[in-house]
Structure formats: structure tokens, C-alpha cells
T-cell receptor
Framework: GAGVSQSPSNKVTEKGKDVELRCDPISGHTALYWYRQSLGQGLEFLIY????????KSGLPSDRFSAERTGGSVSTLTIQRTQQEDSAVYLCASSLGVGDTDTQYFGPGTRLTVL | AQSVSQHNHHVILSEAASLELGCNYS??????LFWYVQYPGQHLQLLLK??????LVKGIKGFEAEFIKSKFSFNLRKPSVQWSDTAEYFCASFANGYNKLIFGAGTRLAVHP
């Protein structure tokens, strides 16, 4: 079956511009996660959606970062007024959302470069 | 704060050598431990996971890991590596009470033919 897909695969933007990154989770997965992979910080959790519950935004690094999940499926991560330190690979993962034994499956990521 | 530590950042081996990558976690409650692998140019893939039961966990591609509660460790092993095992390996754990993953810094493994 299809895995987690993300678009675009690469995004180059200028400092100060806004960007939107998209994630399509595996069909039937109720939980969706965003992570960031950067040279300096490794893999970091950003935000977590579970069904219709309020998202866990505890990993978002600043108020320039936001995410939404429409219809319990597709998610968009938005970064406003991008900065050079936002350059990273943004990873999306999804899971069945069945609790403590859940397994997350990752997408290929979006490589964001802020010039 | 909860953390996951990987002590080996770069490992270089010859084919057929044995592999052991160290991982230590800080949380002492319910453990949910994972090893993920990222091959060059590919996305993160799950190698194996431990939630409960037999502390020796078998994963894909001949990998295994042993959960040792007294040492807070979950080391990854493979008896004989291949060139195709060249990749970056990440140990991870669920954060306390949440399903968000906390990752170690990763270990880059290079296997020479």
C-alpha cells in the first residue's frame, strides 16, 4: 500500500518568505506527526495530531511555525517569515493511533533551504 | 528531561564484522524503544521495536536488539554486517506519557567491502 507522502521534496526560499509543506498520511492512520531533522539539532519532534483532539504543539520552536490537519487526513506545516536557521529536512510520520504500542511510519521528507 | 543517548557517532567496519551500537534511555517508567535506519537518500525505516515481553527483539535484515532494564540500554546488534548496511541508525523512545518520539543523535555506519 502507499506510504506517507510529502510535497514538495525540495523547497528553496528566501529569508522572510512564508512556506507551506504538505503531508499525506497512510490511509486509515489517525495520528500524524511532524519532525525536523537538522545538522545541529538532530531529529526533533514538532507537533502531533491525534484524531479530533487538540494537537500537541509542544515541539514548535516559535510562533512562526503552525500546522493544521484538515478532515483528519492531510496536514500542512506552515513556516512564516522564514529564517536561515529553519533550513532542515521536515519529516512527517503517521500511525494507527492505538496507544503505547503504536509504530510511526515516516515519509521521505521535504528539504527546506532558506537563503 | 527525558533523553536518548547514542554513544557511537561514527562507526567503520569491514564486511562480515560484528556490529553493536549503543543506546541508553533516561526514562524509568513504561518503555517503548525503537531502532530506525536511514539508508543514503532514503527515508527513515523501522528496524525493530520493543514494548514488552522477551527483551531480545529480532528485527528486519538480521538485526536484533536487547533491552536491559537495569542498564537503561537497548543496544542494536548484527553478527555479520554487509556493505548494504551502510546507513545512519537512530535509537528512539516515546516521551513519557506521549507518543512523540525522542531520538538519539544517530550513528553513521560505514561498511567497507
Amino acid at each position: 500500500g502507499a506510504g506517507v507522502s510529502q510535497s514538495p521534496s525540495n523547497k528553496v526560499t528566501e529569508k522572510g518568505k512564508d512556506v507551506e509543506l504538505r503531508c499525506d498520511p497512510i490511509s486509515g492512520h489517525t495520528a500524524l506527526y511532524w519532525y525536523r531533522q537538522s545538522l545541529g539539532q538532530g531529529l526533533e519532534f514538532l507537533i502531533y495530531f491525534q484524531g479530533n483532539s487538540a494537537p500537541d504543539k509542544s515541539g514548535l520552536p516559535s510562533d512562526r511555525f503552525s500546522a493544521e490537519r484538515t478532515g483528519g487526513s492531510v496536514s500542512t506545516l506552515t513556516i512564516q517569515r522564514t529564517q536561515q536557521e529553519d533550513s532542515a529536512v521536515y519529516l512527517c510520520a503517521s500511525s494507527l493511533g492505538v496507544g503505547d504500542t503504536d509504530t510511526q511510519y515516516f515519509g521521505p521528507g521535504t528539504r527546506l533551504t532558506v537563503l | 528531561a527525558q533523553s536518548v543517548s547514542q554513544h557511537n557517532h561514527h562507526v567503520i567496519l569491514s564486511e562480515a564484522a560484528s556490529l553493536e551500537l549503543g543506546c541508553n534511555y533516561s526514562y524509568g517508567g513504561t518503555v517503548n524503544l525503537f531502532w530506525y535506519v536511514q539508508y543514503p537518500g532514503q527515508h527513515l525505516q523501522l528496524l525493530l521495536k520493543y514494548f514488552s515481553g522477551d527483551p531480545l527483539v529480532k528485527g528486519i535484515k538480521g538485526f536484533e536488539a536487547e533491552f536491559i532494564k537495569s542498564k537503561f540500554s537497548f543496544n542494536l546488534r548484527k553478527p555479520s554486517v554487509q556493505w548494504s548496511d551502510t546507513a545512519e541508525y537512530f535509537c528512539a523512545s516515546f516521551a513519557n506519557g506521549y507518543n512523540k518520539l525522542i531520538f538519539g543523535a544517530g550513528t553513521r555506519l560505514a561498511v567497507h567491502p
